[in-house]
């Protein structure tokens, strides 16, 4: 069974830093592209990047452009997500994502697979 898994969440100040990890089990998620989106309190779900399953095209929601970077490991089957400067609007249960479809990791979109989220709290 496809199974995805966050870790590295918690309590930042604002301006520091964290990584999260997604390690995925169950299916072979080398061949799948994996993203991140991101629930805030009392808002709705937001994408928040996405990664091809080469790994050569990244993208990322305006909001954390030049902040967050995406990558993977394949060999680990492990996507990481690490946040820069961040900013109390970060505050979000954080979800990791998995699709065949690259497009279905965007704004709006509807990914097959999801974790079970991360919580990432930045205090002011």
């Known amino acids: 069974q496809a199974q995805l898994v966050e870790s590295g969440g918690g309590l930042v100040q604002a301006g520091g830093s964290l990584r999260l990890s997604c390690a995925a089990s169950g299916r072979t998620f080398s061949s799948y592209a994996m993203g991140w989106f991101r629930r805030a309190p009392g808002k709705e779900r937001e994408f928040v990047a996405a990664?091809?399953?080469?790994?050569?095209?990244?993208k990322y929601v305006d909001s954390v452009k030049g902040r967050f970077t995406i990558s993977r490991d394949n060999a680990k089957n492990t996507v990481y997500l690490q946040m820069n400067s961040l900013k109390p609007e970060d505050t979000a249960v954080y979800y990791c994502a998995a699709d065949l479809n690259f497009s279905r990791l965007r704004v709006g979109g509807d990914p097959a697979y999801w974790g079970q989220g991360t919580r990432v709290t930045v205090s002011s």
């Open positions: 990664i091809s399953w080469r790994g050569d095209i990244t």
